[in-house]
């Protein structure tokens, strides 16, 4: 009777060792121990077998597991996973898991789904060390999706700290929105910053040839309507003020061909600059070093 007894107490300890919800336990401390340990594909490995068993006794998954598993295909450079599993999980607050999936959806190409990930979760990370560098991925996804009238609002809320690269990108979100005066304000702060700053150079180069040769083809178009002395009098002093206009872009040009002699935009623009300002033997200099390239 005692030898009975002890094999059925054996059977039920075997039994209940071997209980799904036992296993599903066993399975989620070996994830945890592997994703601990950096073996981040043994995780994913070890997720499919718990899968098998939740899907098979019709038990959850804990939502601990899902976001370290989460974790662990984003680390294994899974990002398609990765999402995947965070996306099976409501209301992440873990911060990591959050960076993690922006980060995912600009690695698989999403983004319109990245820019919207970032701004629903922007405040959650307000008086922390990734509140700039979250504001800083929606100041340029919104100038990737052409939303520019939005990322000149995030700018004011961006930390520059006179970084000249960074400048420049809103001198461009200016731009597109015809603020004119401010880009141009903003070109000159940064080349008191970094007066070789090229991107910088070139933008207040072309702002001031193209507003001299406008304004140049204007004033001809209008003398040409009306040739007399009166019209030409007042032509030549319109000239004296346009000349100023392209000298400043000469200098700039100057400065740009010193730093890039091989390029031809530049030299392109500083054979049409000597043209009007009536220099011909740099047009022709220029010209040969055009044509020589």
Known sequence: MRIIKSLLLITIVLIAACSPIKQLVSIESDISQLYQQAQYEKVLLQYDKLRLLSEKNDLPINDTIQLIVGKAAHKAENYEQSTTFFQGIEGINDKEAILMGGV?????????????????????????????????????????????????????????????????????????????????????????????????????????????????????????????????????????????????????????????PKNKKYLGYLINTYVRLEMKNKVDQMTKKLNAL
């Not at 005066?181 to 702002?207: P, V």
């Not at 000469?250 to 740009?256: I, Q």
């Open 104 to 260: 995912n959806f600009e690695k698989t190409g999403q983004t319109r789904e990245e820019y919207d990930h970032w701004l629903v979760n922007l405040s959650k990370f307000e008086n922390t060390e990734h509140h700039q560098e979250v504001l800083l991925k929606i100041y340029r996804l919104e100038q990737r999706l052409q939303n520019y009238e939005a990322a000149n609002k995030t700018w004011s809320k961006i930390e520059h700290e006179n970084n000249p690269d960074l400048m420049f990108e809103q001198v461009t979100v200016l731009t597109h929105l015809n603020k004119t005066s401010e880009a141009l304000a903003l070109c000159n702060d940064i080349l008191e910053i970094d007066d070789q700053h090229e991107q910088a150079l070139f933008w207040k180069a072309d702002y001031y040839y193209n507003k001299a040769e406008n304004w140049y083809q204007s004033e001809m178009t209008k003398y040409n309507r009306n040739a007399n002395y009166t019209t030409y009098a007042y032509l030549r002093r319109e000239l004296k003020k346009i000349s100023a206009d392209f000298r400043t872009a000469r200098d700039l040009l100057e400065t740009l061909h010193e730093m890039a």
